[in-house]
């Protein structure tokens, strides 16, 4: 109820709950005489507790003798059918007008969705995937949009890794095993049940057989996200893109410290990289033939130029990303809301909301965020010799409190990623 009252712009203070539905009932009487009526949209509602599910049946009791007050829009994975066809919501289950189900993507389907959003960027499935690669994507994904933009996703950063400018079918398998996207789920072949039938005449068949043989001693037996975009102003901060490599990539929130720096001479090579469920930063190894879009991949399963970065800026030894060899030691950090924000030298804090390869993508990517109202800035910065990256800051910020919030705003919005 607070949040819905905050996301209306309504004061409140230290109040109970029918204080609250009050203020709530009164705002929607007005909007009401204003001809407007409220929708209160809940995402991921599969993850709601039966009991909130049922005060949301309570707030559509408010109503007129002649009008609804409230539309209520529950959104979310298949299990919340489930859940809403189970005997202790069955009242809510009445009070629901409009049931709908989003079906997954045909493989036709799945194959246009996939044309579609290359077309945009300019670009064709032909030119960028194998026919092959394409059936396998679609096949792993089970048509679904969502796994189907992360399956494209890191494909398309492993291959830039790798330098390969068409994704086949090694460079798919191996993103479904580090992904492990319905690895299980794909190799079961659907059961029907008529040969579930003549499957267990055979059992029986063959059990007979057997104890008759018995007698006789013998035996046998797997990009896009579609924002509209928004006018707004950016600031790109020039710098000196001609002086030399920065000798260390520092951030306030990262690990640099002497005791950390220490840990990477003395450590011995893990058989095994550390992964991203350990808790605290830990050390991996880069295996020959390995990157650190791969590494970031296993230990964080994205791989991306923000994750990259941050990697990098808990490395200050490394100061040519070119120059990374097999078997070196790389501080892995953890990933949290606190390793986005950066302190400044006025005790004001910004936003470090990503990196990207090309000040297009990151001009593009600005429009996500530019209606938060915090100005943004454009940093260009050297991660070798060649190579010139764009990070996206948004500030200022007076508190670091006020940062966080952001972030987690950011992130729910699928803008930041935190593991």
């Known amino acids: 109820m607070r949040r819905i009252l905050l996301e209306l712009h309504i004061s409140i203070d230290d109040e109970d709950k029918t204080s609250l539905l009050n203020k709530l009932n009164e705002y929607l009487i007005q909007k009401m005489s204003q001809g407007e009526t409220l929708a209160i949209i809940i995402d991921e509602a599969h993850n709601l507790p039966k009991e909130v599910m049922e005060e949301f049946r309570m707030l559509s009791n408010l109503q007129t003798s002649k009008s609804m007050l409230l539309q209520i829009l529950l959104v979310g994975q ?56 394409i059936s396998l994507i679609c096949k792993y994904s089970k048509g679904i949009p969502r796994t189907i933009n992360i399956l494209c996703d890191n494909a398309l950063l492993t291959g830039y890794g790798l330098t390969q400018k ?28 008529k040969s579930l039938a003549v499957s267990l005449l055979i059992i029986i068949f063959l059990s007979s057989l057997f104890l008759l043989l018995k007698k006789r001693d013998t035996f046998f037996g797997i990009f896009f996200n579609d924002d509209n975009l928004k006018k707004g102003k950016i600031t790109q901060i020039k710098e000196d893109l001609s002086s030399s490599i920065p000798t260390e990539i520092v951030s306030d929130h990262t690990i640099t410290s002497a005791d950390a720096q220490q840990e990477i001479q003395n450590k011995p090579a893990q058989k095994k990289p550390a992964t991203f469920e350990e808790k605290g930063p830990h050390i991996a190894v880069l295996k020959k033939g390995e990157g650190l879009y791969s590494l970031a991949l296993k230990n964080y399963r994205r791989t991306n130029e923000t994750l990259f970065d941050l990697i990098l800026q808990s490395n200050s030894t490394i100061t040519d990303v070119r120059e990374i060899h097999d078997n070196q030691k790389i501080i892995m950090p953890v990933i949290t809301p606190e390793s986005y924000i950066k302190k400044d030298s006025d005790g004001t804090y910004q936003i470090h909301v990503g990196t990207f390869e090309t000040f297009e993508l990151v001009t593009l990517y600005s429009h996500k965020v530019i209606d938060l109202g915090k100005q943004l800035t454009i940093k260009a910065h050297k991660f070798s010799s060649k190579d010139t990256w764009y990070r996206l800051m948004m500030g200022n910020f007076n508190s670091k409190e006020e940062a966080l919030k952001t972030v987690i705003l950011l992130k729910e919005q699928n803008i930041i990623y935190i593991p």
Do not use: A, W
Not at 187 to 193: A, D, R, S
């Open 78 to 133: 298949p299990e919340l059918g489930v859940k809403l066809d189970s005997k202790d919501l069955r009242q809510l289950k009445q009070r629901i007008g409009i049931r709908r189900q989003i079906k997954p993507l045909s493989m036709s389907e799945c194959t246009h969705y996939i044309e579609y959003r290359l077309n945009l960027v300019g670009s064709s499935s032909s030119k960028v995937f194998t026919s092959e690669t």
């Open 166 to 193: 068409k994704i086949n079918r090694k460079i798919i398998k191996e993103v479904i095993e580090d992904l492990k996207i319905n690895r299980e789920e794909t190799f079961k072949t659907p059961f029907p049940f």
